[in-house]
C-alpha cells in the first residue's frame, strides 16, 4: 500500500513576540481567496510552500520540517524522483555572516552530503562557500523514504533511543535528546567516522561527555548502526529565502513590514488616513485618531485614540483599557509594549512588559554589554534608582539577561493586578520605584512560561469578531464591494453568528435613506441563515417566498417602514433557526425581502417618466406599434439591478428586423364597452399560442403583479400608466368610464419563440405602453417609455435591467449608460456610424436559433446573490463588463469590424463568468464549429439557449453557416435568420378600419 505523511516538528520553544509561538504567529499577508477567513500565520506560509512547491511529486515517505522559519521559494523545478531511495534535504542560500550562527551542508559534485557544519567560524564555513558567494544553509525540509523511514521507526523501542518519545518515558526510560540534523542526518554525512559521529562534541546536541554521556553515545551507536549506507543527497534552490524567527525583536518588526504589502490586515481602522504606508496593523480595532508611522507595528490591540505609534515600534495584544494610559506614557521610536495573557496559580491576568527593539534579550548583562529600551542598562539604574540585585537576586554565578530578570510588576499584595502603570517607571515615565518593589514581579522568561494560551487565542479572536462586524458595517454603509462571505462563514464556524445577525439588523434599520444598502443588507442575513443550514443541506436557496408567516413584514417593507419590517423579519427568524430546511426557507424569504427593496429602488426610474395631454384619439382607431429586436454586442447584466445602480451600467447594442420584419409589436383602441379585453400571441406564425383575457372587474386585474397569470404584462401595462387604479374605491367599470369613455382593447405579439433572448418581454411592454398611452390622449418621448418599462417590470416582479428596452425602442447602433446612483437614470446616446459600416454589419450578422430556450430570471436570482455578496470574480467582471463595452463603442465609431468581434467573444466570455451554465454542451458545439468563418459570437440576452449571435468574416455566409451546422451531430433543430439593422426603433400608427395584422 502506498502511503504519505507529512510531518511537521511543531516548535515549542517559547518566542517572545507572538504568545501562541512561532508557528502561529500571525503574519500581514493576503493569501488566495479564502473561502473562510482567517489569520495567515507562519505556519500556513509554510504548508503552502511545502505543499504547492517542494512535496510536489515525492514518493511515499515522511516529510519533516521546523516551523521556526519561513521559506519562500519564488520558482523551483519539479525534483526528480525517480528511483529515489535514502534521504534528501531541501536547502536554501544564505551568507556566510548568517551561517556562523546555523548551519551549512557541505555537498560533493553529485549532491551528495559529505557534512553537516554548524555554528562554525567562518573560516570552517569557506569549503562550503559556493560560486556566488552564498552557502547551502540547514534550513528546511527533510525527506525521508519509505523504507528509511521505517528503520527509523524500529528504534523507537530501540534503548536508549526509546528515551526520545513519549512511549519509551511512560515506560520509565530516561529521556535522551536526539538532533535531527546533527545526529540523526549527521551520521549519513559520506565524510563521517563512526568514532567522529559517536564521540564528537557538536553545539546544540547532548554531549557525549557530560553526565549522561554513555546514553549520548549509545543512542548515537544505535544510529550509525540502524542508518550508516542510507544515501543522503541535498537539493539546493538558489531563488528561494530562508527566515529564521530569531530572538530579535527589530528582526521581527522589520520581518512583519517586509511580509507584505498591505497594512490593513484583518483590522477596522476608523481614521484610516492616520496610519502611514509601511506600517503593519494586523487584526486591531483603532478608533479615532490613532497615528502608526511607517515601520511600526500593530497587532491584537483594541485601541482609542489620541495614541502616536512611531517608527519601529510594536505593540501587541493592548486592550480597550490600555488607551488612556498610553497618552501619558513617554513612548519613543523602537519600542515593544506588549499584553500577555498568563495564568498565576488560579489567577488570570494580563501582563504588561516593555523592551527596546534593539535589546538582546539572552546576552549576559553588564553594563557596557547589556541596553534596556535602546539605552545602556546603567542609564536604567540611574533614573529608577532600582539596584542589579533586585532583579537577579545576589547569587553568586547566577546567569543574568533581560530574559530572567525580574522587571514586570504583576500584582500588588494589597491593590490588585497592576497594569499599564507597572511599565510606566520603567519607561521614564509617571510611577514609584517603591511601588515596583512591593509588586510581585515577574522576568520575561517566567510571563512566556506562565502565557494562558488559550487566553490568548480567545482574545484574539474576540478582537478578530469585533473588526469583522466593523468592516461588515462600513462596507454595506459606504457601498464597498468586499467579499463578506468569507467572514459570515467564519463567524458562523465560531458561533458568532447571533453577534453578526444583530449588526446586520442594525445596518438596515438604519438605513431608511438607502434601499440599496438595505436591501444588501438583508442578502447578508439571508448568507449567515445559509451557512447555518451547512453546505448541500436543506434544500435549494432558490425558491419561493411568499410564506404568510412572513407576510406582515413583507407589508411593512412595502409600506416604506424599513426599522419596522426589519424588526418583524428578526422576530419571525427566531422560529427558523433549529432547523437546516427551516434556515434555507427562512434566507429564501430575507432574499425576497432584499427583492421589495431592489424593486422599489429601481421603482425610482419613474421620476423620469414624463407625459403630457393631447387629443384622445376617436373611439375605435387602433394604434399601432411595431418594434424591432435587440441585438446586445457588449455591456449586458451591467444593466441588470442593482448592479446598474451601484456600480454603473454601459450597455451596446443594435435595433433589428429578422428576416426583414419587425417581430414585437401592439395595437391598442378604446371601445365603448366599459372593460379591458387584453389579447397576446406569442410565437413563430404557424406555431404560435393567442391568449384572450377579459377584465370586467377590478378582482379580474389584481394578480397584475404575477408574471405568468394570463394577460399579466397587459394588467401591469394598463395599471403602470395609470388606466386603471386597483386600489381605488371606484369600480373598474366606473374608472373606465369616467376617465376614458369606454373601454380598451389591446393586443400584443410576438413573432420571435418564448425565451429567444432577443429582448422580446421589454420591449413589448413598452410598445403596449406606447399604444395605451397615445389611445388615452397622453404624450411621451422614448426616454420616458425606457424608464416607465423599468417601473412596471418591478410592479410585475420580473426584475431585469434597462437593456432590452433600449435596444429595441431607439433604432440603431447606441450605446447607454446608468451612473451608481438612485434615481436609476438611463441615458442613451446613437453611435456615429458611416453608411459602409451599417452595410457591412448587415451582410455579416446572422442569428441561429439554437433551438433552446431559458429565461433570464432563472440566471438572475444568483447573479444577484453573488453581487450582493462581493464575490471578487462577480464585482471584477462587472468592471470588465462596463470597460469591453466602451471598447466596443469605440470598435463601432472606428468602424472596425475585427476589434467588433473581439469585444463580442470577450463579451461571451464575461456573460459565462458571470452566470456559468449559461453554454448548453450543443451551443459549444455550435460556436466551436463556427469558429473558423467568424470574427465574434455570442448568444443573445442572458444566455442559455435563444439565439446565438455571430458576426462572420466575409459577406452572405448563411448558406455557408447551415453546412458547417449541419455536419456536426446532435445540434438539433437549428435555424438561421438573416439580420438588419433598424434605424427608426419604435414606430406608431393610426388605422381606422379592422385588419390583418
Given at each position: ?43 500556513d506560509m509554510l504548508l503552502d510552500c511545502l505543499s504547492s512547491k517542494v512535496c510536489v511529486g515525492s514518493p511515499p515517505g515522511v516529510w519533516v520540517c521546523s516551523t521556526d522559519a519561513i521559506l519562500s521559494l519564488s520558482n523551483i523545478q519539479l525534483l526528480d524522483w525517480g528511483d529515489f531511495s535514502g534521504v534528501r534535504a531541501i536547502s536554501l542560500p544564505g551568507d556566510v555572516s548568517f551561517a556562523v550562527n546555523h548551519g551549512v551542508y557541505l555537498t560533493d559534485a553529485g549532491g551528495g552530503v559529505r557534512d553537516i557544519i554548524y555554528q562554525a567560524s567562518k573560516e570552517r564555513i569557506q569549503p562550503a562557500v559556493l560560486h556566488s558567494g552564498k552557502v547551502a544553509l540547514v534550513s528546511g525540509p ?8 521505517e528503520k527509523l521507526l524500529q528504534t523507537y523501542v530501540t534503548p536508549p533511543l526509546d528515551g526520545c518519545t513519549y512511549l519509551g518515558m511512560d515506560s520509565g526510560a530516561p529521556s535522551q535528546q536526539i538532533s535531527l540534523f546533527l545526529d540523526i542526518l549527521m551520521c549519513l554525512c559520506s565524510e563521517m567516522t563512526e568514532t567522529e559521529f559517536v564521540n564528537g562534541e557538536r553545539p546544540g546536541c547532548s554531549s557525549p561527555l557530560g553526565p549522561q554521556g554513555v546514553a549520548v553515545k549509545s543512542a548515537r551507536s544505535v544510529l550509525w548502526r540502524t542508518l550508516k549506507g542510507v544515501p543522503f543527497s541535498l537539493v539546493y534552490v538558489p531563488n528561494g529565502k530562508y527566515d529564521y524567527l530569531t530572538m ?750
Amino acid at each position: 500500500m502506498f502511503w504519505m505523511m507529512h510531518i511537521f516538528s511543531f516548535c515549542t520553544r517559547n518566542f517572545p513576540w507572538d504568545g501562541c509561538s512561532r508557528a502561529f504567529c500571525w503574519m500581514p499577508v493576503k493569501g488566495p481567496e479564502q473561502c473562510v477567513e482567517g489569520p495567515i500565520c507562519c505556519l500556513d506560509m509554510l504548508l503552502d510552500c511545502l505543499s504547492s512547491k517542494v512535496c510536489v511529486g515525492s514518493p511515499p515517505g515522511v516529510w519533516v520540517c521546523s516551523t521556526d522559519a519561513i521559506l519562500s521559494l519564488s520558482n523551483i523545478q519539479l525534483l526528480d524522483w525517480g528511483d529515489f531511495s535514502g534521504v534528501r534535504a531541501i536547502s536554501l542560500p544564505g551568507d556566510v555572516s548568517f551561517a556562523v550562527n546555523h548551519g551549512v551542508y557541505l555537498t560533493d559534485a553529485g549532491g551528495g552530503v559529505r557534512d553537516i557544519i554548524y555554528q562554525a567560524s567562518k573560516e570552517r564555513i569557506q569549503p562550503a562557500v559556493l560560486h556566488s558567494g552564498k552557502v547551502a544553509l540547514v534550513s528546511g525540509p527533510v525527506f525521508f523514504s519509505r523504507s528509511v523511514s521505517e528503520k527509523l521507526l524500529q528504534t523507537y523501542v530501540t534503548p536508549p533511543l526509546d528515551g526520545c518519545t513519549y512511549l519509551g518515558m511512560d515506560s520509565g526510560a530516561p529521556s535522551q535528546q536526539i538532533s535531527l540534523f546533527l545526529d540523526i542526518l549527521m551520521c549519513l554525512c559520506s565524510e563521517m567516522t563512526e568514532t567522529e559521529f559517536v564521540n564528537g562534541e557538536r553545539p546544540g546536541c547532548s554531549s557525549p561527555l557530560g553526565p549522561q554521556g554513555v546514553a549520548v553515545k549509545s543512542a548515537r551507536s544505535v544510529l550509525w548502526r540502524t542508518l550508516k549506507g542510507v544515501p543522503f543527497s541535498l537539493v539546493y534552490v538558489p531563488n528561494g529565502k530562508y527566515d529564521y524567527l530569531t530572538m530579535s525583536g527589530r528582526e521581527h518588526v522589520l520581518r512583519l513590514i517586509d511580509a507584505g504589502t498591505e497594512k490593513n490586515i484583518l483590522s477596522h481602522i476608523q481614521e484610516l488616513q492616520y496610519v502611514s504606508e509601511g506600517s503593519r496593523v494586523i487584526n486591531s480595532m483603532l478608533e479615532g485618531d490613532i497615528h502608526v508611522a511607517a515601520g511600526a507595528v500593530v497587532q491584537h490591540c483594541h485601541l482609542q485614540g489620541p495614541v502616536h505609534v512611531h517608527t519601529g515600534c510594536l505593540l501587541s495584544g493592548l486592550n480597550l483599557d490600555t488607551s488612556a494610559f498610553m497618552r501619558s506614557m513617554p513612548l519613543t521610536s523602537n519600542i515593544i509594549l506588549q499584553g500577555h495573557r498568563v495564568q498565576l496559580g488560579g489567577l488570570k491576568l494580563t501582563v504588561f512588559t516593555v523592551f527596546g527593539a534593539y535589546d538582546h534579550l539572552e546576552i549576559p548583562c553588564d553594563d557596557d554589554a547589556c541596553s534596556f529600551l535602546n539605552k545602556p542598562l546603567s542609564q536604567f539604574y540611574s533614573h529608577t534608582g532600582i539596584k542589579p540585585e533586585e532583579l537577579w537576586g545576589a547569587e553568586n554565578g547566577a546567569s543574568r539577561s533581560l530574559l530572567n530578570a525580574r522587571l514586570f510588576p504583576v500584582f500588588m499584595p494589597k491593590g490588585g493586578p497592576m497594569g499599564l502603570e507597572g511599565v510606566s517607571l520603567l519607561l521614564g515615565g509617571s510611577g514609584s520605584a517603591d511601588n515596583w518593589r512591593a509588586a510581585w514581579r515577574l522576568s520575561f522568561k517566567e510571563i512566556m512560561s506562565l502565557t494562558d494560551q488559550q487566553g490568548e487565542l480567545e482574545w484574539r479572536q474576540e478582537v478578530f469578531f469585533i473588526a469583522g462586524q466593523r468592516r461588515a458595517e462600513d462596507a454595506l454603509k459606504c457601498h464597498t464591494n468586499e467579499n463578506l462571505l468569507p467572514f459570515i462563514r467564519a463567524a458562523v464556524l465560531n458561533g458568532k453568528q447571533e453577534e453578526l445577525l444583530q449588526t446586520l439588523d442594525s445596518v438596515a434599520s438604519d438605513s431608511s435613506n438607502d434601499l440599496g444598502v438595505c436591501a444588501r443588507s438583508l442578502a447578508c442575513i439571508a448568507n449567515v441563515l445559509g451557512c447555518l443550514a451547512g453546505e448541500g443541506r436543506g434544500g435549494l436557496r432558490s425558491g419561493p417566498a411568499a410564506n404568510p408567516s412572513w407576510a406582515s413584514a413583507f407589508t411593512l417593507l412595502e409600506q416604506g417602514k424599513l426599522s419596522s419590517g426589519v424588526q418583524a423579519m428578526a422576530n419571525q427568524r427566531a422560529f427558523w433557526l433549529n432547523r437546516p430546511d427551516l434556515l434555507v426557507r427562512a434566507a429564501r424569504h430575507y432574499e425576497g425581502a432584499g427583492q421589495i427593496l431592489l424593486r422599489k429602488a429601481v421603482m425610482s426610474a419613474y421620476k423620469f417618466v414624463f407625459t403630457g395631454q393631447s387629443e384622445m384619439p376617436p373611439m375605435g382607431q387602433w394604434q399601432e406599434v411595431e418594434c424591432p429586436a435587440r441585438l446586445d454586442l457588449s455591456g449586458g447584466w451591467s444593466d441588470t439591478p442593482p448592479i446598474a445602480f451601484e456600480h454603473g451600467g454601459v450597455v451596446v447594442n443594435v435595433a433589428v428586423r429578422v428576416d426583414g420584419k419587425r417581430p414585437i409589436g401592439a395595437r391598442v383602441r378604446r371601445i365603448p364597452k366599459p372593460h379591458l379585453v387584453l389579447v397576446s400571441t406569442s410565437g413563430p406564425p404557424g406555431c404560435n399560442v393567442t391568449t384572450e383575457t377579459v377584465c370586467s372587474l377590478l378582482s379580474d386585474m389584481e394578480d397584475y403583479c404575477q408574471p405568468h397569470a394570463p394577460g399579466a404584462l397587459l394588467k401591469a401595462v394598463c395599471v403602470c400608466s395609470k388606466v386603471v387604479s386597483v386600489s381605488s374605491h371606484l369600480s373598474l367599470e366606473q374608472q373606465l368610464l369616467q376617465y376614458w369613455g369606454g373601454g380598451l382593447e389591446v393586443h400584443s405579439w410576438s413573432l420571435l419563440p418564448h425565451g429567444s433572448g432577443l429582448g422580446t418581454s421589454s420591449i413589448l411592454a413598452g410598445a403596449v405602453l406606447a399604444g395605451v398611452y397615445r389611445c388615452t390622449g397622453r404624450s411621451y418621448d422614448t426616454s420616458s417609455l425606457i424608464h416607465a418599462v423599468l417601473y412596471l417590470e418591478q410592479i410585475l416582479t420580473t426584475g431585469g435591467g434597462w437593456q432590452d428596452q433600449v435596444g429595441g425602442l431607439v433604432g440603431g447602433l447606441k450605446v447607454a449608460r446608468s451612473q451608481a446612483k438612485l434615481p436609476l437614470k438611463v441615458d442613451v446616446e446613437q453611435l456615429s456610424i458611416s453608411q459602409d459600416f451599417v452595410s457591412a454589419l448587415q451582410q455579416r450578422l446572422l442569428l441561429i436559433y439554437t433551438g433552446k430556450t431559458r429565461l433570464a430570471r432563472n440566471l438572475l436570482q444568483d447573479v444577484v446573490r453573488n453581487w450582493y455578496s462581493g464575490l471578487p470574480s462577480t464585482v471584477q467582471n462587472a468592471e470588465q463588463l462596463v470597460r469591453n463595452a466602451e471598447d466596443c463603442a469605440h470598435s463601432c465609431t472606428e468602424g472596425s469590424l475585427s476589434e467588433l468581434g473581439v469585444c463580442m467573444d470577450r463579451y461571451w466570455q464575461q456573460k459565462k463568468a458571470m452566470a456559468p451554465g449559461c453554454e448548453p454542451a450543443a451551443v459549444r458545439t455550435m460556436m466551436n464549429a463556427l469558429r473558423t468563418v467568424t470574427l465574434g459570437q455570442t448568444l443573445a440576452g442572458a444566455g442559455g439557449g435563444g439565439f446565438l449571435v455571430i458576426l462572420t468574416r466575409d459577406e452572405n455566409q448563411d448558406e455557408n453557416v447551415k453546412h458547417l451546422l449541419s455536419s456536426k451531430q446532435g445540434l438539433g433543430d437549428f435555424t438561421v435568420h438573416s439580420v438588419e439593422l433598424d434605424m427608426e426603433g419604435i414606430t406608431v400608427q393610426q388605422h381606422n378600419t379592422e385588419h390583418a395584422w
